[in-house]
């Protein structure tokens, strides 16, 4: 079994800073690309950010420049530093990892609420 488990949403004023952590735990032999979405509202899931095991990293337009993306492979953790917020960016955020045990699957994180006011 594999657990990824996030922390760090809350709520925060517009142009406020947060940090969102997510853990993966259980059996792995290997953690892939590592990646957070969210989903706001009456929308569909979305991509924010992704981060290979090399450390290449992609993000979606809307938050280049103001999200940052990153891992450490020893602990299985990835970390979304998320700066001048605005309040399109809340939502519920969830973290993604691709991880090798038997097989590769996607693994997802219970999700996280972040809410940033006007």
């Known amino acids: 079994q594999v657990q990824l488990v996030e922390s760090g949403g809350g709520l925060v004023q517009a142009g406020g800073s947060l940090r969102l952590s997510c853990a993966a735990s259980?059996?792995?032999?290997?953690?892939?690309?590592m990646g957070w979405y969210r989903q706001a509202p009456g929308k569909q899931r979305e991509l924010v950010a992704v981060?290979?095991?090399?450390?290449?990293?992609n993000y979606a337009d809307s938050v280049k420049g103001r999200f940052t993306i990153s891992r450490d492979n020893a602990k299985n953790t990835v970390y979304l530093q998320m700066n001048s917020l605005k309040p399109e960016d809340t939502g519920v955020y969830y973290c993604n990892a691709r991880i090798t045990f038997t097989m590769t699957r996607d693994y997802w994180g219970q999700g996280t609420q972040v809410t940033v006011s006007s």
């Open positions: 981060i290979t095991s090399g450390g290449s990293t």
């Open positions: 259980g059996r792995i032999f290997s953690i892939n690309a």
